[in-house]
Every structure is written in C-alpha cells, then in structure tokens.
C-alpha cells in the first residue's frame, strides 16, 4: 500500500513534467472541478484562473525542451484528506514557486488550489 506522502508527491511530480510537456490531458484529470489558481500579477493585482482557464493555458503551449527541471520542497499531508506541497518548476525563462493544495476525494488526490510567483525571470505577464 502507498502512503499518502508518497501519493502527494508523485502528483506533483506529474504535476511538473505535465507542466515540461505542456500536457494538458494530464490537468484535466488531476484537477478537481472547483480548481483555481492565484497569484499576483506585475500591476500589483490578484488574479484567479479556473480550472478550463489553466488547462487551456498549458495546452496553448509548446513544450520546453530537454528534461524537466523542478524540485519538491515539502509535502505535508494532515489527515486522510488534505495535503500541500511548496516546490519550484522551471519553464524558461522563467522559475516559478508554487504551492499546490490536495484534496483526497473519490479515492485519489486532486489538485484544487495553486498558489504561485515568479521566483526568478521575467514576471509572468497575463
């Protein structure tokens, strides 16, 4: 039987590479449907992004070239339910900080909030 830290985990990992892939297909799944992501953009503002938003974004993308470059920083699971995990993932040129919140629903692990910034590059701009 898998932990649930392993579990989480190998989510965000497929969370990186899918984001290396542009693969969309991948998002679509492991999103839940109340998904949203958050950040702030370069005028200051918060912005949010649901779910058909984010999965349309990645897939409009080509993918990045080489291997993908990230690392988990934490996994933190609380309970049987709920879990967060703080890493960063390269899509050149930029480096993003993400914090991704889980959700255990329907026996797997959905991906329901993103919080993120530009840790290093350009900042995202729309």
Not at 47 to 67: E, L
């Amino acid at each position: 039987m898998t932990l649930p830290v392993q579990e989480v985990a190998a989510q965000a990992r497929a969370y990186c590479e899918a984001l290396h892939r542009s693969d969309a297909s991948v998002f679509e799944a492991m999103c839940d449907e109340a998904f949203l992501m958050t950040f702030v953009a370069p005028d200051g503002t918060s912005r949010v992004i649901d779910k058909a938003a984010f999965v349309a974004r990645v897939a409009g993308r080509d993918p990045f070239a080489g291997d993908p470059s990230y690392h988990i920083e934490t996994v933190d699971v609380a309970g049987p339910d709920i879990a967060h995990v703080k890493l960063w993932v390269d899509m050149p040129p930029r480096r993003y900080l993400d914090y991704l919140g889980f959700f255990h629903v329907g026996g797997e692990w959905k991906l329901v909030t993103k919080l993120f910034r530009t840790a290093s590059g350009p900042a995202l701009e729309g």
